[in-house]
């Protein structure tokens, strides 16, 4: 079952523009990931964020972790038309396990 | 390069036509997943495989099976595809034994029924 809500669904901006979008889950967990997805396509690994951790970055990555208020942020700097696709959140632990559980994910539009 | 195999991209079958889909992984991960996608969805795990210990998730159609024969294979069958079976399949591996891990996936196989 999906944990998480992200928000906003759908998202456009104009390349060089900052992208911002959030996370809420439910449970406790051991570790949260961002993956993003191209059209008809493969989900890929962006970063994970443990739950002893507040903020991470990679690259023009930022993720920010907030486990008391069950809320996580992706931010993407500078953005660029490659970076158009759709963002998913998800929750590693609580009572799913290791197993993966999403979040509904965020399309992002940027326009060249 | 190591990586997730999924073939074929895309499936058509006839309604109640059984299908099989496969996945073929080149990095030795010990645990293989099959997701099932719809439009504009999150992805819903269907089932994965622990090495050769299969887990079925609570809510996974008895019309959805799986086989794993050897580390770098795992398929999925639907055995009498409906309308609503219409969607993207995807397979994800995971290796290493602890919850830190990133999940590797293929790049899908969008199936159509008729």
């Known amino acids: 079952s999906q944990q998480g809500e992200e928000d906003p669904q759908a998202l456009s901006i104009q390349e060089g523009e900052n992208a911002t979008m959030n996370c809420s889950y439910k449970t406790s967990i051991n570790n949260l990931q961002w993956y993003r997805q191209n059209s008809g396509r493969g989900l890929v690994h962006l970063i994970l964020i443990r739950s002893n951790e507040r903020e991470k970055h990679s690259g023009r990555l930022r993720v920010t972790l907030d486990t008391s208020k069950k809320s996580s942020s992706l931010l993407i700097t500078a953005s660029r038309a490659a970076d158009t696709a759709s963002y998913f959140c998800?929750?590693?632990?609580?009572?799913?396990?290791?197993?993966?559980?999403f979040g509904g994910g965020t399309r992002v539009l940027v326009k060249p | 390069d190591a990586m997730v195999i999924q073939n074929p991209r895309y499936q058509v079958t006839q309604f109640g036509k059984p299908v099989t889909l496969s996945c073929s992984q080149t990095?030795?991960?010990?645990?293989m997943y099959w997701y099932q996608q719809k439009s504009s969805q999150a992805p819903k795990l269907l089932f994965h495989?622990?090495?050769?210990?299969?887990?079925n998730e609570a809510d996974t159609p008895d019309n959805f099976q799986s086989r794993r024969p050897n580390t770098s294979f795992c398929f999925l069958d639907i055995r009498s595809p409906g309308l609503g079976d219409a969607a993207m399949y995807l397979c994800a591996t995971r290796g290493g034994s602890g919850s830190l891990n990133e999940q590797f996936f293929g790049p899908g196989t969008r199936l159509t029924v008729l």
């Open positions: 495989y622990y090495d050769k210990d299969f887990n």
């Open positions: 990095l030795n991960h010990n645990v």
């Open positions: 998800a929750t590693v632990g609580g009572a799913a396990g290791n197993k993966l559980t």
